[in-house]
Structures are given as C-alpha cells and as structure tokens.
C-alpha cells in the first residue's frame, strides 16, 4: 500500500504540473510545438527491461533492497551504416493516470557496419533531461528502453546487482527479441539544453519514505554529463564506490554548493 501511496503522489504530482504549471513550470499544453531534427523510419522494436539505482540503493519495496545496474549492448550485424531511435518508458503504477513524464521523446544514434553501443543506467537517465524545460532527478527507475530499428539488431541487456556495500553479487544476460512493427520515428525537439538549463524535480519526490530518512541528492556527472544548477558544482559522491580516479568511467557526482 505504501508503494501505490508514492505512486498515486507523484502521478498527482506530474498531473498537476502538465494541468496547472505548478512552481512557475509551464504546462505541456502551452509548451511551443516541437521541432524535430530527423525522421527514421523503422521495422523492429525492441523493448529491453531495465532497472537502475543511481543515487540510492532501491529500497520502495517494488525490488528487494539494493544497488541495481542496467547495461544495454546494441549491435548493427549488417554490412550497411544504419540510424536507430531509442526512447524509455518508466513503469508506473497500474492504472494510473499517464504523466508528462512517462515517455521520453526520442533520440537516434548511428550505427556503423558490424558496430555496437553500450547503453548504460546514467544514459538512460538522461533522456528525463530536459524534457519540455524540465529535468528529473532520479534516485532509482524501473521500466524499458525501447530500441527501434530498420533492421533487425543484436539486443542483449545485461543485469547486476549488490548489496548497499561491495562488489557485484549477480549477474544475468539476456538476449532481448524484436517485434516486427513499421513506424516512422520523429527524434526529439532541435532545441539543445544548456547548463544548469531546466526546472528539476526529484523522483521519487523529496519526503517520500522511499529515502529511508536520507536527504536525497542532485545527480550530475556521469556519461550523460549532468549538468548543476547555477552555483552549484558537481563532485565526486563519496557515499559509492565508483571512483573517477580508478577508471570509474560512468561515475555519477552530486551538486554542491
């Protein structure tokens, strides 16, 4: 019941933002219309399942407590260059009313003969930032990456997971299969971020009991290079056991002042 409570908040939270531009923040409906850089059109998509802690450990009871990493490899076994779209879907709570945050728009990404891409947790991520001026800061997210694609692709995600401390305890591999659906991809608005640039709000919201009394931080860093606020800096998170010093290449930091 405390998981359908936070959900059922934060879906009241997103509505009222879309409905009423809550804080300032302007609604999806008075949002100026998109202008998209590129169309791809698609054959197969792929929808691989992820699950990532980023600032925290996951501990709202949808997965036992601890540290979750989502690794998505993607590979291009023709002999021809080829353009792919991705996007994610957050899984939210059943039934509920869908938010402004649900889906993200789509980004594409080229793909040379026989070449491969890694997606990772704080990649996903960053397609929450920005979208319509806004950006979130996600402790933990559950939900899929869905790839498309006008071939068929290599698709395999690859799972681990921790306890809070320590090394990697599991790890699973699995090949992710397509389904055969033509559409025509719209990536998402020309229009590029700057830093600092954006509304944030947290996920889960802060005072939620998910952060178990924690003060929740501001993610940065990181592959998808984050961005802080003005006057603020990002620095190394010394509370996990990713070092930027030590080869942490995807390393995520928390903004200070």
């Known amino acids: 019941m405390k998981q359908l409570d936070k959900m059922t908040a ?33 054959e197969y998509q792929y929808a691989a399942k992820v699950a990532c802690s980023l600032l925290l450990p996951h501990q709202d009871g949808t997965l036992a407590r601890g540290t979750y990493r989502t690794l998505v490899n993607i590979h291009n076994p023709t002999n021809k260059k080829i353009t792919i779209a991705a996007k994610v879907a957050l899984a939210t709570q059943f039934g509920a009313e869908p938010g402004p945050f649900d889906v993200t728009p789509f980004k594409s990404a080229v793909l040379q ?42 698709v395999v995600s690859v799972y681990t997971a921790r306890h809070t401390d320590g090394d990697v305890e599991s790890i699973d591999v699995q090949t992710v299969q397509p389904h055969k659906l033509q559409e025509t991809v719209r990536i998402g608005s020309t229009e590029p971020s700057k830093s600092g640039e954006g509304k944030r709000i947290d996920y889960p919201p802060k005072g939620s009991s998910a952060y178990n009394g924690q003060k929740p931080k501001q993610m940065c860093g ?3 290079g984050f961005p802080c606020p003005d006057g603020m800096k990002c620095v190394d998170d010394p509370a996990d056991d990713c070092d930027p010093a030590k080869n942490g290449a995807d390393c995520a930091g928390m903004c200070v002042k």
Request: include cysteine.
């Open 10 to 42: 934060f879906s009241v939270l997103l509505g009222l933002y879309g409905g009423l531009g809550l804080i300032g923040m302007p609604g999806i409906s008075q949002a100026e219309p998109a202008k998209y850089a590129e169309t791809v059109k698609t």
């Open 222 to 224: 990181g592959i998808a």
């Open 113 to 154: 003969p026989d070449g491969a891409v890694g997606v990772s947790c704080f990649d996903i991520a960053g397609y929450f930032c920005p979208i319509n001026g806004v950006c979130v800061d996600f402790a933990f997210l559950e939900g899929f990456l869905v790839v498309k694609s006008p071939v068929p692709l290599d």
